[in-house]
């Protein structure tokens, strides 16, 4: 049984930081590239960063680049979203998503222009993040 389960959420000032955990279970770790996806209220669910199967290849969303740093523990079938600089925009559910690397023609289809949009297989429930003073 596929199982993501998130932590690490909480409160946190302006500027201050947090780190999410998500514990994978139930597929093999290393063949999966993992991604953090937020969801603030009343909006639609935002993509903010991926790391590829072997971590050579990580991407970000502009509105946390520079600022967050996904890696990844395959010895631990765990991902990591270490946000600093926090802003209250910010706030909201992360979900952490997981999808098998697909290669076509020997490159793999997950890059720079599809991390955001392809359909992750597995998902965990979330965990909240607030950033307030």
């Known amino acids: 049984q596929v199982q993501l389960v998130e932590s690490g959420g909480g409160l946190a000032q302006p500027g201050g930081s947090l780190r999410l955990s998500c514990v994978a279970s139930g597929f093999t770790f290393e063949y999966y590239a993992l991604a953090w996806f937020r969801q603030a209220p009343g909006r639609e669910r935002e993509a903010v960063s991926c790391?590829?199967?072997?971590?050579?290849?990580?991407y970000y969303a502009d509105s946390v680049k520079g600022r967050f740093t996904i890696s990844r523990d395959n010895s631990k079938n765990t991902v990591y979203l270490q946000m600093n600089g926090l802003k209250p925009e910010d706030t909201a559910v992360y979900y952490c998503a997981a999808d098998r690397v697909k290669y076509s023609y020997g490159a793999a289809t997950l890059n720079s222009a599809t991390w955001s949009s392809i359909n992750y297989e597995a998902w965990g429930q979330g965990t909240q993040v607030t950033v307030a003073s």
């Open positions: 790391i590829g199967n072997n971590a050579g290849h990580t």
